[in-house]
């Protein structure tokens, strides 16, 4: 790959994806594309290139998903989904209990791993929740990835990924050598095909925003701009979970930590009271026990 092809192609991926690739990530590029273009009958990236500025539209959608869609599994660093179970969502079932209802949504949710784990969660909280209307978007913007979340068909290596042993058995069923994921699961999930970088405010506000491992590809202007979006679409007392790679701090200043929460944020502007959220949450964990 020329240096020409490769500053072309980075370019093109920051305009179409946001993805900021630093100067020494051919390997990666040539990794990701190399069998997409043998699988276009190509010789090598060079051909996939001048194809690219020919204008192959297809071709060039083709390479934007490839270069972002990163790896994903069930219930990923354990830790949000326990703050989730722990503490967010009983706080939540509280703070919502008079209009019961709950938007979550999943931003770069890839594969459904995340939001199937969600779902799986608030289906393990029935009693929480029982006679709620609860909605879990999942976004993403290959619309390939999100076909293969819908059909909810996972490998042994998928589920064998941070999936609970107990949770495989009481929501799958095996199909040779699938899993597949049973369809109650399936249908807590809506999949829309979404690019961060354009408007997204027509998804409306939400509860939950798990936005996981993916804005540590963006350069700090378009995470920035980033999170000025989520903001606006986060209820006042609503929660954001962002990777473990990934923080607010020296960026934006919309949002401030979650309470004894790492990973976990709210939006500035909520009530001065939510200082005592803390204890809200434990009174919630506590009444949602008994």
Not at 32 to 38: I, K, M
Request: proline share 4%; with cysteine; net charge positive.
């Amino acid at each position: 790959m020329t240096p020409l092809d490769y500053e072309y192609l980075r370019k093109l991926l920051k305009e179409r994806s946001g993805l900021d690739l630093s100067s020494d990530k051919q390997y990666l590029v040539e990794s990701r594309l190399l069998p997409l273009a043998r699988r276009s009958n190509l010789a090598g990236i060079a051909d996939l290139v001048l194809r690219m500025k020919g204008g192959a539209e297809k071709l060039t959608s083709e390479v934007v998903e490839a270069m972002t869609t990163n790896e994903t599994f069930f219930f990923r660093d354990k830790i949000p989904f326990d703050h989730l179970k722990d503490a967010v969502l009983p706080a939540l079932a509280q703070a919502r209990a008079a209009r019961r209802s709950l938007r979550i949504w999943c931003a770069a949710s890839s594969t459904g791993q995340e939001p199937y784990s969600i779902a799986m969660l608030l289906k393990e909280m029935t009693a929480l929740f029982a006679g709620w209307r609860i909605e879990i978007i999942a976004t993403d913007l290959s619309q390939a990835v999100l076909e293969k979340s819908k059909a909810g068909l996972f490998s042994q290596f998928e589920v064998q990924r941070g999936l609970p042993i107990q949770l495989l058995v009481k929501y799958f069923t095996q199909q040779g050598e699938l899993w597949q994921l049973n369809a109650d699961i399936r249908g807590m999930v809506q999949h829309r095909q979404l690019n961060l970088l354009q408007d997204i405010s027509h998804l409306g506000t939400f509860d939950v925003i798990f936005c996981r491992n993916v804005l540590i590809y963006f350069d700090q202007q378009t995470k920035a701009g980033i999170f000025g979006k989520i903001s606006r679409m986060l209820e006042p007392d609503g929660v954001l979970a962002l990777g473990a790679a990934e923080s607010v701090v020296g960026i934006t200043n919309l949002f401030r930590p979650y309470p004894d929460r790492r990973g976990l944020y709210q939006p500035s502007t909520a009530p001065v009271a939510r200082a005592g959220a803390a204890l809200h949450v434990l009174k919630a964990v506590a009444s949602a026990a008994r």
